[in-house]
């Protein structure tokens, strides 16, 4: 997946080592989600789109809201609660995360 139209590399090179950890947690949360890896690529551009400099406490939002966006897109669909368990925030951060996510990498949340 490419967000904004830029390619997965132009952003990955710093930001992927500035956020290390948190990207490692995020793979540990789509591992206890038994995410498929359409899901964590988008999961991963997600996040690596949104974090910046956001502060660890934002950064650990983002990447729940990113773990169930991604799965959205994949069609890997996961109850927010589930996520944020898995991600170990709330129910309501996900909540209310999520869809500026797919917004601000252009994408369109899904109709149910």
């Known amino acids: 997946m490419s967000l ?10 710093g930001d992927r080592l500035a956020n290390e ?16 890896g359409q899901a964590r690529t988008y999961a991963e551009e997600l996040f690596l789109s949104a974090a910046g400099d956001l502060d ?12 169930y966006a991604g799965a959205l897109v994949a069609g890997e669909r996961r109850s927010q609660r589930t996520v944020a368990d898995a ?6 951060t996900v909540q209310s ?12 949340p899904p109709d149910w």
Do not use: C, F, N, Y
């Not at 904004?4 to 090179?13: E, F, L, M, N, Q």
């Not at 406490?57 to 809201?65: D, E, F």
């Not at 991600?87 to 309501?92: N, T």
């Open 4 to 13: 904004h139209g830029r390619s997965s590399a132009v952003h990955r090179a």
């Open 21 to 36: 950890r948190h990207l490692a947690d995020l793979q540990a949360a789509a591992d206890r989600l038994d995410l498929g």
């Open 56 to 67: 660890d406490r934002s950064k650990r939002a983002v990447v729940a809201a990113s773990l």
């Open 87 to 92: 991600a170990d925030v709330s129910r309501l």
């Open 97 to 108: 995360r999520w869809k500026e996510l797919l917004d601000g990498a252009g994408l369109e």
